[in-house]
């Protein structure tokens, strides 16, 4: 069953210092790997997604996520933190629903604080 | 691109009455439409999803039902609500259906049931 881990339920950093949230998954086949990030009582926004090509995927305001095979992990991350990046992260996977179509599986999220 | 709109942005309802939440999409044509939960601001729960008019697939079962009566128009209810019904819904859209699908997320309704 495929499935997502983000380890860290929160990271502090201090702002312009690079950041890094983790997520490790588990997929049988080819994985497909998104990074969605939410702000306060808002929905979720697009980052990137890594479906396949180059390990590393640029995304969106400055981010980008290395995809590792041999470790199954998509890190996302970003060599200058602001405070605006201050967020709620979701990665995800793409699985399969009951009845066979296909569905994203989050990971629990990981609060991201950077520290003026 | 496509813009998801959701409406109300917050209800509070009281144990057993009834729901009614609404999703429209703009820009785009025969979307894929999915309802997710959102519990204690954390983990998403897919609930139902759409691949046309008319075509409701449930992914747990539960106290609500899902709805599709045109094209960019999802809707979510509930006869009688029950206090775990509590927390923040959103609607998203997709276009493929297919593995390399990106979903765009609606702002979302924060639902408190008392």
């Known amino acids: 069953a495929q499935s997502v881990a983000q380890p860290e339920d929160q990271v502090n950093v201090a702002e312009g210092n690079p950041l890094t949230v983790k997520c490790t998954y588990s997929v049988s086949g080819n994985p497909y790997l998104f990074w969605y990030v939410q702000y306060p009582n808002r929905g979720l926004q697009f980052l990137l997604k890594y479906i396949t090509g180059d390990n590393l995927v640029k995304g969106s305001y400055g981010f980008e996520a290395e995809f590792n095979k041999s470790q199954t992990s998509f890190h996302l991350k970003k060599p200058s933190a602001l405070v605006s990046d201050s967020a709620l992260y979701f990665c995800?996977?793409?699985?399969?629903?009951?009845?066979?179509?296909?569905?994203?599986?989050f990971g629990t999220g990981t609060r991201l604080k950077v520290l003026a | 691109s496509q813009t998801i709109h959701q409406w109300p942005a917050t209800l509070v309802q009281p144990v057993g009455s009834p729901l009614s939440l609404e999703c429209t999409v703009e820009g785009t044509s025969n979307p894929n439409l999915y309802w997710y939960r959102q519990a204690a601001g954390r983990g998403l729960q897919l609930l139902f999803y759409?691949?046309?008019?008319?075509?409701i697939s449930s992914e747990v079962p539960q106290n609500l039902s899902a709805s599709r009566p045109q094209d960019r128009q999802f809707i979510l209810s509930s006869k009688k609500l029950l206090l775990s019904d509590s927390g923040f819904y959103l609607c998203?859209?997709?276009?493929?259906?297919?593995?390399?699908?990106?979903?765009?997320f609606g702002p979302g309704t924060r639902l408190l049931v008392l």
């Open positions: 995800a996977v793409r699985g399969r629903t009951t009845s066979g179509t296909y569905k994203y599986i």
């Open positions: 998203a859209c997709g276009a493929s259906g297919g593995p390399e699908e990106t979903q765009y």
């Open positions: 759409s691949v046309g008019i008319g075509q």
